[in-house]
């Protein structure tokens, strides 16, 4: 059974930074690529980032690019999105989610498994 399950939401001013954390379990965690999406109410769920599973290939949205830095702890499990220079309109429930293979992808029907999601709220 794998289980995602993500940290480090919250509220923030604008121009400030967060760190969500992805904990992962019940796979070889090293083996898949990761991805972070993000919905924000009565919007559909969007792609922000991806990192391949040896953590060298990565891939951004371009309404972050720049902004947001994804890596990966292959000893721990875990997936990192450090958010620089936020802006109200990230203001979104973010999601983990493991993939089918370890190579980056960008839409969502390229991933398996998906964490309970955590709250990013920017305030202007």
């Known amino acids: 059974q794998v289980q995602l399950v993500e940290s480090g939401g919250g509220l923030v001013q604008a121009g400030g930074s967060l760190r969500l954390s992805c904990a992962a379990s019940?796979?070889?965690?090293?083996?898949?690529?990761m991805g972070w999406f993000r919905q924000a109410p009565g919007k559909e769920r969007e792609f922000v980032a991806t990192?391949?599973?040896?953590?060298?290939?990565?891939r951004y949205a371009d309404s972050v690019k720049g902004r947001v830095t994804i890596s990966r702890d292959n000893a721990k499990n875990t997936v990192y999105l450090h958010m620089n220079s936020l802006k109200p309109e990230d203001t979104a429930a973010y999601y983990c989610?493991?993939?089918?293979?370890?190579?980056?992808?960008?839409?969502?029907?390229?991933?398996?498994?998906w964490g309970q999601g955590t709250q990013v709220t920017v305030s202007s």
């Open positions: 989610a493991l993939s089918d293979g370890p190579y980056v992808r960008s839409s969502k029907e390229g991933y398996k498994y």
């Open positions: 019940g796979r070889t965690f090293s083996n898949y690529a």
């Open positions: 990192i391949s599973a040896s953590g060298i290939s990565t």
